[in-house]
């Protein structure tokens, strides 16, 4: 059988690549869409992915010969290879032509698309759950029991947290709790509402749980209080999430700028 | 036959190259793998090669300016030119990022849109295969290339 992390170290490398794509249409782009330049959201994805595929190929790359040639592994990397690609063409070709990928409803072509991102999102957030669970159980895993405990931990956490969050987001029109005046005031890089409700913050932690409570994990690996660090580092992290939820859901943004 | 028709003939004869290099096995069997990397592109060369040297000086145009290229393109079978031009470099290109590809591990189903980019926007597919086997070899990844 083959190895079942190998594509994902690939799968990093296109998300590259496409942040590479992203810069160099920066550099012919004038088209606004919803005040930022049309290229920033592909790009942002494929920062996005880039990040999502490494921290997951190197996890693969950790478990022991067993755990990595698993028919459910071997599954669940093929079902993300196709749900990023699904995503990263759907939204760069919506972007190059200038309209909207997620809430696009414009037409039944835009809706399809819409929900099929949908199943391809929740796909890629429950693949991280799985490979989180596979590296939980994996006790012949390369790494210290604490940060293996710590990945299964964060992977696990990612899962419920984006799915909480992000299946907010997909049930509203948008991701604003409010609407925010023209060329109101956005966090520098990230562009979230410095005015109104975003919901784009919460969902942003969500998904970087899956590297905050491994790195967590790492810095205090063979302590005797390791596991409580990770377990109340992830209680925390959770509160941490949910009151920016909280917050913009109230209609209030992150910080008024 | 009319421009037309060979515009036609020759958007028809890529179709089943691109299937082979998405579809079919690769190193199984050695002719099949010649279809897109070798049979076709020459094809489309040989026909490329008759469109150019009967069409090209009538044309009037050159490689100079945006004028002149716009020349070139004036008549169907300058066009026609072209545009075979593209099938059988985009072809031979694909099937030579596919053996890329191979050796970084991708498997086929990863490559297909990558190869559909190559059909469709040829340097744009393969800017991206190039980028991303460059990051990969920088962090130690790259495969057995």
């Known amino acids: 059988m083959r190895n079942t992390a190998k594509p994902l170290w690939p799968l990093a490398g296109f998300s590259v690549a496409m942040m590479a794509t992203g810069l160099v249409w920066a550099g012919f782009e004038t088209r606004l869409f919803q005040d930022a330049l049309v290229w920033i959201k592909p790009f942002k994805f494929a920062l996005s992915f880039a990040v999502l595929f490494a921290t997951l190929a190197w996890a693969v790359d950790k478990m022991s010969a067993s755990a990595q040639f698993t028919r459910t592994l071997r599954w669940t990397v093929a079902i993300l290879a196709a749900a990023f690609w699904v995503e990263m063409i759907y939204i760069t070709l919506q972007a190059a032509q200038g309209i909207g990928s997620h809430y696009n409803t414009a037409d039944l072509y835009h809706n399809v698309m819409y929900a099929i991102m949908g199943v391809g999102a929740v796909s890629l957030v429950v693949g991280t759950g799985v490979i989180g669970w596979a590296m939980l159980r994996d006790t012949g895993a390369r790494v210290h029991e604490d940060l293996r405990f710590g990945v299964g931990v964060g992977f696990i956490l990612s899962t419920a947290l984006t799915l909480v969050t992000a299946g907010a987001l997909s049930s509203m029109a948008g991701h604003f709790v409010g609407t925010p005046p023209v060329g109101a005031a956005t966090i520098p890089f990230f562009g979230w509402s410095a005015a109104v409700g975003d919901l784009r913050p919460a969902h942003f932690l969500a998904l970087h749980a899956m590297q905050a409570i491994p790195l967590l994990a790492w810095a205090v690996q063979g302590r005797v209080s390791a596991r409580v660090w990770i377990v109340g580092g992830s209680a925390g992290y959770t509160a941490l999430t949910l009151a920016l939820f909280a917050q913009a859901l109230m209609g209030l943004p992150m910080v008024r700028l | ?145």
Do not use: C, E
């Open chain 2, 1 to 145: 036959m009319t421009a037309d028709d060979l515009f036609g003939l020759a958007s028809g004869a890529v179709l089943p190259g691109w299937l082979i290099l998405m579809l079919a096995p690769r190193g199984r069997w050695a002719w099949l793998d010649l279809v897109p990397s070798l049979i076709l592109p020459l094809g489309l060369s040989a026909l490329y090669t008759g469109l150019v040297l009967a069409h090209f000086s009538a044309s009037g145009g050159g490689f100079g300016s945006i004028a002149q290229v716009r020349m070139l393109f004036a008549s169907d079978y300058g066009l026609l030119a072209g545009w075979v031009h593209y099938l059988a470099f985009d072809l031979m290109i694909g099937a030579m990022m596919a053996a890329q590809m191979d050796k970084m591990g991708l498997p086929r189903l990863s490559q297909a849109p990558l190869l559909a980019l190559i059909f469709l926007f040829g340097p744009l597919g393969a800017f991206l295969i190039w980028v991303a086997q460059g990051s990969l070899r920088a962090v130690g990844k790259g495969g057995a290339a």
